[in-house]
C-alpha cells in the first residue's frame, strides 16, 4: 500500500505561483509513475501531468503545458507540482495518484490517491 499526503495549496491572485508538494509512504514511490489530477466542482477529475518512475518523461495537460511543472524527488519520496502564472480556471482539488508500471494520463489507470489539496486562485 502506499499512502499519498499533499500540501501546498492555498488562495493566490492570478499571475501568482504555488508549489504543491505529495509525500508518499509505506512503499518507496521509485518504481511508481505519478501523476497530479485536478477536480474543480461540479466537474469531472482530469489530467493535469505525470512523471516516469525515473523522472525522465513527462506529460502536461495542454491547459497547464509551458506554466506547470511536475518533478520528484525518489530518495525523498516525494513528488512536487510548480504552478506559475496560476489562472481563476486553475482552481480546483488537486490530487496525488501514483501507479505501478509505464505512465497514464487517465485517472482509472492509478492505483493510489492522496486526499486532496485545494487551490484557490483569484482574479
Known amino acids: 500500500q502506499v499512502q499519498l499526503v499533499e500540501s501546498g495549496g492555498g488562495l493566490v491572485q492570478a499571475g501568482g505561483s504555488l508549489r504543491l508538494s505529495c509525500a508518499a509512504s509505506?512503499?518507496?514511490?521509485?518504481?511508481?509513475?505519478m501523476g497530479w489530477f485536478r477536480q474543480a466542482p461540479g466537474k469531472e477529475r482530469e489530467f493535469v501531468a505525470a512523471i516516469r518512475w525515473s523522472g525522465g518523461s513527462t506529460y502536461y495537460a495542454d491547459s497547464v503545458k509551458g506554466r506547470f511543472t511536475i518533478s520528484r524527488d525518489n530518495a525523498k519520496n516525494v513528488v512536487y507540482l510548480q504552478m506559475n502564472s496560476l489562472k481563476p480556471e486553475d482552481t480546483a482539488v488537486y490530487y496525488c495518484a501514483a501507479k505501478q508500471g509505464v505512465i497514464a494520463t487517465q485517472p482509472t489507470r492509478f492505483d493510489y490517491w492522496g486526499q486532496g489539496t485545494q487551490v484557490t486562485v483569484s482574479s
Open positions: 509505506g512503499r518507496t514511490i521509485s518504481s511508481y509513475a
